[in-house]
């Protein structure tokens, strides 16, 4: 039969083929090395047992928040409400906490466990309204997690009226800034959340649905998979890991106030995106989005020990971004093709 | 200087072929000043490809185009508009929120001394061609707000307002209700008498007959006959649409075939007067080990109805129910759990291209086999028993879909629903774009699913589709069913007369 034929004909030069397909694997990964050896060369502080510790800890509340973001964009759709939906969530946990006389906050003192599992609960009443407003309204998730983001930074604003509070529940306290010997806490539990990313995706049913509905949403829906239901579902994950992310960086700066976690929302997309998962959906994972931590994680870091000008250093933060986008679309053009 | 005497139109020995499939040999055409002009045959017969020639769509071909005698060759669509040839597809190309006046002259907005919009005079200039035409609408009014008929009409007077002499209608009837059909007609009577030409292509041979002054009919790629309508009915038209009379060509289908249809079974899936978005009250039963055939023209509603049928669209009217008890589809996902399976009519949006076949069989058997953690060694295995059953080629479950044949990803498609078996499956075009051998084998596969009791339903543009297939055919026409072929024999052409 000569459908057999056509569908043996991709094998020729299989090699190449097979390096086009993994491209938004393999770039990631080399980057990461040629930033580890470059750094390596121009400072002998960086590669030492220390700094990696360093590092580690530096992308940890990052790290939370992107795999969250990896559910989301793996549905080929975007959360730009995690940095604020983490910090909203992060000053809730303070202002049911006692304050010190000094901080002039209306609070609602709670014991601990009341006041960790109300602002959970918080995160997923954030979630549930962004899910609300993509799958039942239909408002694209760009504009909706657009319209989270301020309304996050409104809980901010009006639970701490401008000031800082500094207690947050002991748990919290241990789990973002306390260390377990020699290793922080919250890189224990960084690693944890991306391993529970990587076993949810890779492993369960729910984790398939959630590749199938990025790959082909129209196929997913015409094989019988409740679609709506699988994208509310990741819009709530993102914002509970945000809102983990958000408590134990509080716990971890020392601080809970406004504007704090800003940084966080473009570190968390350019982590999942650097890494290589497609922004078209379907393609990627949590191995990814930890390549993607390391490289800005090196990047951050290594720039730091190199002596270079700190404005420059943003500057090249945005051109490291670029270039992963375009090998991100470029690669998504090759697998197509391939 | 242009010829009187000549055609406006003249086309000698036309051929084009596509990657060695020829669409079009040897064709001569001609369409004289103030004619309406129609085009029948079947899908693929050449029409399309012929008026997008015409149209400048398709610049490479073999032959000779004359307009008003002078030879003419157009590099693109816009140097055929500037020749004084215009189409109106049967997607509508207006701009919704734009108004009557600025869709009629678009493109050729007058502008003032400043270069800017001349309003008042564009105004002025849509309600006289609006006027003129006879259609009676407010230029000021957004054209999306319009019923598709009016749309449709103002659609062909932006194309008579940029100047076309010739004016070619690709199925403008299909989305129309009678009375829009009459204002139509009325308006292409009017162009018709102003010296303009009309080339009316139809699925629709009442609508041909009642408006064309000649028609010409294809068939695979020649042009078979041209003829005064004045001399002709639907018979003859349909003669020479499917070449009775030619047995080496599509004997089997010429021929009356008898339908095997089983009055007394159980009926499965019921729709009472269902209606949706292109569809009206539609009543059916759908009964067990019966295949149900629903033929209908591009745009009849048929394929909408599938849709609705898996829960892809709802319903703003009318009831189903599954097995006697009321069914309620809120999503695909609750057809599925009721029992009901669908293929669509493209694969695209059927299969994943870039996952394993394995992948693809299991995606909607997944809540059966696992409950929280996936089971890839039972989907490959699944997975595996298809392949071999259905013969799928290569036999390998790891492959990516994309890597396959279109026949063999339209045999995926099928496999997904044939691990449990559904109590209703409705495919949509099933044996589109494939070969015979292809085809053979899904008429195969359908009667041995038949055999076990599901209640199939085929819906189709294609007659041969539900003929093949079918043991009881309703035919569907604007929206709504208006003929039922159960017991006894129909025949292509009496399908065809139908619809």
């Given at each position: 039969?000569?459908?057999?034929?056509?569908?043996?004909?991709?094998?020729?030069?299989?090699?190449?083929?097979?390096?086009?397909?993994?491209?938004?694997?393999?770039?990631?990964?080399?980057?990461?090395?040629?930033?580890?050896?470059?750094?390596?060369?121009?400072?002998?502080?960086?590669?030492?047992?220390?700094?990696?510790?360093?590092?580690?800890?530096?992308?940890?509340?990052?790290?939370?928040?992107?795999?969250?973001?990896?559910?989301?964009?793996?549905?080929?759709?975007?959360?730009?409400?995690?940095?604020?939906?983490?910090?909203?969530?992060?000053?809730?946990?303070?202002?049911?906490?006692?304050?010190?006389?000094?901080?002039?906050?209306?609070?609602?003192?709670?014991?601990?466990?009341?006041?960790?599992?109300?602002?959970?609960?918080?995160?997923?009443?954030?979630?549930?309204?962004?899910?609300?407003?993509?799958?039942?309204?239909?408002?694209?998730?760009?504009?909706?997690?657009?319209?989270?983001?301020?309304?996050?930074?409104?809980?901010?604003?009006?639970?701490?009226?401008?000031?800082?509070?500094?207690?947050?529940?002991?748990?919290?306290?241990?789990?973002?800034?306390?260390?377990?010997?020699?290793?922080?806490?919250?890189?224990?539990?960084?690693?944890?959340?991306?391993?529970?990313?990587?076993?949810?995706?890779?492993?369960?049913?729910?984790?398939?649905?959630?590749?199938?509905?990025?790959?082909?949403?129209?196929?997913?829906?015409?094989?019988?998979?409740?679609?709506?239901?699988?994208?509310?579902?990741?819009?709530?994950?993102?914002?509970?890991?945000?809102?983990?992310?958000?408590?134990?960086?509080?716990?971890?700066?020392?601080?809970?106030?406004?504007?704090?976690?800003?940084?966080?929302?473009?570190?968390?997309?350019?982590?999942?995106?650097?890494?290589?998962?497609?922004?078209?959906?379907?393609?990627?994972?949590?191995?990814?989005?930890?390549?993607?931590?390391?490289?800005?994680?090196?990047?951050?870091?290594?720039?730091?020990?190199?002596?270079?000008?700190?404005?420059?250093?943003?500057?090249?933060?945005?051109?490291?971004?670029?270039?992963?986008?375009?090998?991100?679309?470029?690669?998504?053009?090759?697998?197509?093709?391939? | 200087?242009?010829?009187?005497?000549?055609?406006?139109?003249?086309?000698?020995?036309?051929?084009?072929?596509?990657?060695?499939?020829?669409?079009?040999?040897?064709?001569?055409?001609?369409?004289?000043?103030?004619?309406?002009?129609?085009?029948?045959?079947?899908?693929?017969?050449?029409?399309?490809?012929?008026?997008?020639?015409?149209?400048?769509?398709?610049?490479?071909?073999?032959?000779?185009?004359?307009?008003?005698?002078?030879?003419?060759?157009?590099?693109?669509?816009?140097?055929?508009?500037?020749?004084?040839?215009?189409?109106?597809?049967?997607?509508?190309?207006?701009?919704?929120?734009?108004?009557?006046?600025?869709?009629?002259?678009?493109?050729?907005?007058?502008?003032?001394?400043?270069?800017?919009?001349?309003?008042?005079?564009?105004?002025?200039?849509?309600?006289?061609?609006?006027?003129?035409?006879?259609?009676?609408?407010?230029?000021?009014?957004?054209?999306?707000?319009?019923?598709?008929?009016?749309?449709?009409?103002?659609?062909?007077?932006?194309?008579?307002?940029?100047?076309?002499?010739?004016?070619?209608?690709?199925?403008?009837?299909?989305?129309?209700?009678?009375?829009?059909?009459?204002?139509?007609?009325?308006?292409?009577?009017?162009?018709?008498?102003?010296?303009?030409?009309?080339?009316?292509?139809?699925?629709?041979?009442?609508?041909?007959?009642?408006?064309?002054?000649?028609?010409?009919?294809?068939?695979?790629?020649?042009?078979?006959?041209?003829?005064?309508?004045?001399?002709?009915?639907?018979?003859?038209?349909?003669?020479?649409?499917?070449?009775?009379?030619?047995?080496?060509?599509?004997?089997?289908?010429?021929?009356?075939?008898?339908?095997?249809?089983?009055?007394?079974?159980?009926?499965?899936?019921?729709?009472?007067?269902?209606?949706?978005?292109?569809?009206?009250?539609?009543?059916?039963?759908?009964?067990?080990?019966?295949?149900?055939?629903?033929?209908?023209?591009?745009?009849?509603?048929?394929?909408?109805?599938?849709?609705?049928?898996?829960?892809?669209?709802?319903?703003?009217?009318?009831?189903?129910?599954?097995?006697?008890?009321?069914?309620?589809?809120?999503?695909?996902?609750?057809?599925?759990?009721?029992?009901?399976?669908?293929?669509?009519?493209?694969?695209r949006s059927m299969l994943f291209a870039q996952e394993p076949v394995y992948r693809n069989v299991s995606i909607s058997i997944l809540d059966r086999i696992s409950r929280l953690w996936v089971k890839p060694a039972v989907e490959r295995e699944i997975a595996q028993r298809h392949v071999e059953a259905l013969g799928i080629r290569p036999p390998s479950v790891h492959r990516r879909l994309g890597t396959l044949s279109g026949g063999n990803q339209q045999k995926v498609a099928l496999a997904k629903w044939l691990t449990h078996l559904p109590r209703v499956l409705v495919l949509s075009e099933p044996t589109r774009g494939m070969d015979v051998g292809a085809k053979e084998e899904v008429v195969r596969i359908v009667r041995g699913l038949r055999e076990q009791g599901i209640a199939v339903l085929v819906v189709s543009t294609e007659p041969e589709t539900v003929l093949s297939l079918a043991d009881r055919i309703l035919v569907m026409k604007r929206g709504e069913v208006r003929e039922e072929f159960a017991g006894g024999t129909v025949s292509k052409d009496r399908l065809l007369a139908a619809a």
């Open positions: 039969m000569s459908t057999s034929d056509s569908a043996v004909l991709p094998r020729s030069g299989g090699g190449l083929r097979w390096l086009q397909g993994q491209l938004r694997n393999i770039a990631p990964f080399a980057t990461l090395l040629v930033l580890v050896a470059l750094f390596s060369i121009a400072s002998p502080s960086f590669a030492t047992l220390d700094n990696v510790a360093n590092i580690a800890r530096q992308v940890s509340v990052t790290a939370i928040i992107a795999v969250g973001l990896t559910f989301v964009i793996l549905c080929a759709e975007i959360d730009l409400s995690v940095a604020s939906v983490a910090n909203a969530v992060g000053i809730m946990v303070a202002f049911f906490t006692l304050q010190d006389q000094s901080v002039n906050i209306a609070n609602i003192p709670l014991p601990g466990a009341a006041a960790i599992a109300l602002a959970l609960l918080g995160s997923v009443a954030l979630g549930a309204v962004t899910a609300f407003g993509v799958t039942v309204i239909g408002i694209p998730s760009f504009i909706m997690t657009l319209a989270m983001l301020q309304i996050g930074a409104g809980i901010c604003a009006m639970l701490v009226r401008g000031q800082i509070a500094y207690n947050v529940p002991a748990p919290i306290e241990l789990l973002g800034s306390g260390s377990i010997g020699p290793v922080p806490w919250i890189v224990v539990v960084a690693v944890l959340v991306l391993v529970l990313g990587h076993v949810v995706l890779s492993y369960t049913r729910f984790g398939r649905y959630v590749y199938m509905v990025g790959g082909n949403r129209e196929a997913a829906e015409y094989s019988g998979v409740n679609v709506k239901l699988v994208l509310a579902a990741v819009l709530i994950i993102s914002a509970v890991c945000s809102g983990i992310a958000g408590m134990l960086g509080v716990a971890h700066f020392g601080s809970a106030q406004q504007d704090e976690f800003d940084n966080y929302l473009l570190d968390a997309i350019s982590a999942v995106v650097v890494g290589g998962t497609s922004l078209f959906g379907g393609q990627g994972g949590i191995g990814n989005t930890v390549v993607g931590l390391l490289v800005l994680g090196v990047l951050n870091n290594g720039l730091d020990h190199v002596r270079i000008d700190s404005f420059l250093k943003i500057l090249i933060r945005g051109l490291i971004l670029l270039l992963a986008l375009v090998i991100n679309v470029y690669a998504q053009r090759l697998r197509a093709k391939a | 200087m242009t010829d009187r005497s000549a055609p406006l139109l003249e086309l000698r020995g036309i051929s084009k072929s596509f990657g060695g499939v020829t669409a079009l040999s040897g064709v001569d055409f001609t369409l004289e000043a103030g004619e309406i002009h129609g085009l029948v045959g079947e899908n693929g017969a050449g029409k399309s490809t012929l008026m997008k020639i015409i149209a400048g769509v398709h610049t490479g071909f073999e032959g000779e185009m004359r307009i008003a005698g002078q030879p003419a060759r157009h590099r693109s669509a816009r140097s055929a508009r500037d020749a004084g040839i215009g189409m109106v597809h049967q997607e509508l190309s207006v701009v919704p929120e734009l108004s009557v006046a600025e869709n009629v002259m678009l493109g050729v907005q007058p502008v003032n001394r400043l270069g800017l919009v001349d309003w008042p005079g564009m105004m002025r200039r849509a309600r006289a061609l609006l006027a003129e035409l006879g259609i009676a609408v407010d230029p000021r009014v957004p054209i999306g707000s319009l019923p598709l008929g009016l749309q449709q009409l103002v659609e062909i007077a932006r194309v008579l307002s940029s100047g076309a002499r010739i004016v070619i209608l690709d199925e403008p009837t299909s989305a129309l209700s009678p009375p829009e059909v009459e204002v139509l007609f009325g308006l292409l009577r009017r162009v018709r008498d102003s010296g303009r030409s009309i080339v009316f292509i139809s699925h629709f041979l009442e609508d041909v007959l009642a408006i064309c002054d000649r028609i010409t009919c294809f068939r695979n790629g020649r042009l078979i006959e041209t003829a005064p309508v004045a001399a002709i009915d639907k018979g003859w038209i349909i003669t020479r649409m499917i070449g009775a009379g030619h047995e080496e060509l599509e004997a089997g289908y010429t021929g009356e075939i008898r339908l095997d249809s089983r009055p007394g079974a159980p009926v499965v899936l019921a729709c009472e007067a269902a209606s949706g978005p292109g569809f009206r009250e539609v009543s059916l039963e759908a009964r067990a080990g019966e295949v149900l055939g629903i033929y209908g023209s591009m745009g009849a509603g048929q394929l909408d109805l599938a849709r609705a049928l898996f829960g892809r669209t709802a319903l703003s009217g009318g009831r189903l129910s599954l097995d006697g008890r009321p069914l309620a589809l809120r999503n695909t996902a609750a057809a599925r759990r009721a029992g009901i399976a669908f293929v669509p009519e493209s694969r």
